[in-house]
Nanobody, 127 residues
Framework: QVQLVESGGGFVQAGGSLRLSCAAS????????MGWFRQAPGKEREFVSA????????SYADSVKGRFTISRDNAKNTVYLQMNSLKPEDTAVYYC????????????????????WGQGTQVTVSS
């Protein structure tokens, strides 16, 4: 059974930082592409960032580029999202997702690309 468990969310003031983690189990993590998405109240789930299974390729939404950094540690079956210079508009539930099997990297910005999802972790940024 595949499990993705996010952690590291919380409450932070604007300009602050948080580091999200997503621990994966039940899948061959080293061959899975991983992504982060977020969903604010009343809005659709949106792409934040993705990383290839090797970690060599990454992509970011324009809204977080230069502020967020995705990384992975295949030895620990964990993917991270370092979030700096946080803004109130970053407030959302953040979800980790895994794509197993073959993939086309540009497709990883779509929710439809992923096989598995975590339960999410809340990030709240106050102004």
């Amino acid at each position: 059974q595949v499990q993705l468990v996010e952690s590291g969310g919380g409450f932070v003031q604007a300009g602050g930082s948080l580091r999200l983690s997503c621990a994966a189990s039940g899948l061959t993590f080293s061959t899975a592409a991983m992504g982060w998405f977020r969903q604010a109240p009343g809005k659709e789930r949106e792409f934040v960032s993705a990383v290839s299974w090797t970690g060599d390729a990454t992509s970011y939404a324009d809204s977080v580029k230069g502020r967020f950094t995705i990384s992975r540690d295949n030895a620990k079956n964990t993917v991270y999202l370092q979030m700096n210079s946080l803004k109130p508009e970053d407030t959302a539930v953040y979800y980790c997702a895994a794509k197993t099997g073959s993939y086309y990297f540009p497709s990883l910005s779509s929710t439809r690309a992923y096989n598995f999802w975590g339960q999410g972790t809340q990030v709240t940024v106050s102004s």
